[in-house]
Nanobody
Framework: QVQFVESGGGFVQPGGSLRLSCAAS????????MGWYRQVPGKQREFIAG???????NYADSVKGRFTISRDNSKNTVYLQMNSLKPEDTAVYYC???????????WGQGTQVTVSS
């Protein structure tokens, strides 16, 4: 059973930074590509950043240059460093595998990020 636990969200002023963490269960975490997604009430969950089993990354245009995804396979954890935060980044943030996201399974509880002055 795959499980993800997100943490690190909070309230931050525009221009601030946060670092999100996603702890994953399973000893084979290291072979999976991972992604970060976010959802605003009333809207569909959207992809924002992905990392393969190595170090190759990709980002949505809306966060490119501001957010950085990384992973530590020894800790079964994927991170999202968020800099230069904007009010429009306010959302609940989730991690998942790309397949899990496509099949709409394995979602955790997410972590709330609120950017406001």
């Amino acid at each position: 059973q795959v499980q993800f636990v997100e943490s690190g969200g909070g309230f931050v002023q525009p221009g601030g930074s946060l670092r999100l963490s996603c702890a994953a269960s399973g000893s084979i975490f290291r072979i999976y590509a991972m992604g970060w997604y976010r959802q605003v009430p009333g809207k569909q969950r959207e992809f924002i950043a992905g990392i393969d089993s190595g170090v190759s990354t990709n980002y949505a245009d809306s966060v490119k240059g501001r957010f950085t995804i990384s992973r530590d396979n020894s800790k079964n954890t994927v991170y999202l460093q968020m800099n230069s935060l904007k009010p429009e980044d306010t959302a609940v943030y989730y991690c998942n595998t790309p397949l899990g996201a496509t099949k709409n399974v394995y979602w955790g509880q997410g972590t709330q990020v609120t950017v406001s002055s």
